[in-house]
Nanobody, 122 residues
Framework: QVQLVESGGGSVQSGGSLRLSCAAS????????????VEWYRQAPGKQRELVASLSSDGVTDYLASVQGRFFISRDNDKNSVYLQMNSLKSEDTAIYLC????????????WGQGTQVTVSS
């Protein structure tokens, strides 16, 4: 069973930085982690979950407009891990951040982490 565990969240002042990590436990029976698209979502209280950043299996990135130029998504396939570097944080970035991966080929399979809280104080 694949499990995603996020870490790196916390409280930071406006303008600060955080680096989130998402580590996947990867059974040998599963198709390689490298064929999965990886994504970071966030959900703030009273708001819908939104896609913050994505990184496809072939290296294409995409970002929510409000984080473009401040957030950077990356992956390490050898470590079955995904990262989100967040710079110049703003109070509106406060949310629970969740890691999501989905298979890019073959049958539709996806997994979610439980999330890590990011709180930015002004």
């Amino acid at each position: 069973q694949v499990q995603l565990v996020e870490s790196g969240g916390g409280s930071v002042q406006s303008g600060g930085s955080l680096r989130l990590s998402c580590a996947a436990s990867w059974p040998l029976s599963k198709a390689s982690f490298r064929i999965y698209h990886v994504e970071w979502y966030r959900q703030a209280p009273g708001k819908q979950r939104e896609l913050v950043a994505s990184l496809s299996s072939d290296g294409v990135t995409d970002y929510l407009a409000s984080v473009q130029g401040r957030f950077f998504i990356s992956r390490d396939n050898d470590k079955n891990s995904v990262y989100l570097q967040m710079n110049s944080l703003k109070s509106e970035d406060t949310a629970i951040y969740l890691c999501h991966i989905l298979r890019s080929t073959g049958r539709s399979v996806d997994y979610w982490g439980q999330g890590t809280q990011v709180t930015v104080s002004s």
